[in-house]
């Protein structure tokens, strides 16, 4: 009577739910399911009645097809800053990774230099100026599958008054209230200012800013 034993790197396999070992008419089959990277490895077979021994192998290769594990986010980039657009990947390399802005192929040059190492990839641009504002896309596959993603670069908006304070007149004793909008990229700093000296807020002052509307209350 012959027996067989299943060996992946050396350690005995034996039946479960993951793997199914049958034997009829001096046959074994195994059986793997649910494949995952953690399946790669070396499987041996080995036969064995009173005469001896014998046994044969093969090895599997498990590939995954590309996935992002980080993205990158939109992003507001200061007039004459470089930027850089980075993704983590998971999956089996090797990669063929593209970046394409605005459906166009980004090649290398003195303006966008494309890097990857191991799980990483990243595109820098540098002195970003208003050409450069856009849609950009990361497009990595491999021999088994392929990923993307995207996202938007544009240029930080300075401040500017859409409304700009009053000059005002308030009765001796009464409150006074000072209120202005702006634009811009936020985050946004204000600094309310009398006669030149930076006010501050007290029990009498009082300063908001919401909505992108500035507000300074003068209490009597």
């Known amino acids: 009577e012959i027996s067989f034993a299943w060996y992946k790197n050396n350690k005995v396999l034996s039946s479960s739910e ?74 089996t390399a090797p990669f063929d990774i593209s970046w ?21 990839a990243s595109l820098h641009i540098s002195f970003f100026e208003s050409s450069d504002v856009g849609a950009y ?12 993603c995207s996202t938007t670069a544009k240029l930080k908006e300075p401040p500017s008054f859409v409304k700009k304070i009053e ?5 001796l004793g009464s409150s006074a209230v000072f209120q202005c909008s702006l634009k811009g990229s936020l985050p946004i700093t204000l600094t309310w200012l009398k006669d030149k000296d930076v006010l501050t807020e007290s029990n009498n002052i009082k300063m908001t800013f919401e909505n992108n509307i500035a507000t300074l209350q003068i209490a009597a």
Do not use: W
């Open 167 to 171: 000059n005002t007149t308030a009765l």
């Open 18 to 91: 993951k793997h199914k070992i049958s034997f009829a008419d001096s046959t074994t089959v195994l059986e793997i399911h649910d494949l995952n990277v953690e399946d790669s490895g070396d499987y041996v077979c080995e036969a064995q009645n009173e005469a001896g021994t014998d046994s044969c192998s093969s090895a599997i290769t498990i590939k995954e097809p590309p996935s992002f594990i980080k993205t990158f986010e939109p992003t507001e980039v200061v007039k004459g800053c470089s930027c850089t657009l980075e993704c983590e990947l998971s999956g």
């Open 100 to 120: 394409h802005k605005d459906r166009k192929l980004i090649r290398t040059s003195r303006k966008c230099r494309m890097a990857s190492q191991d799980t990483h």
């Open 137 to 148: 896309q990361c497009t990595v596959s491999n021999e088994v599958g392929k990923c993307f």
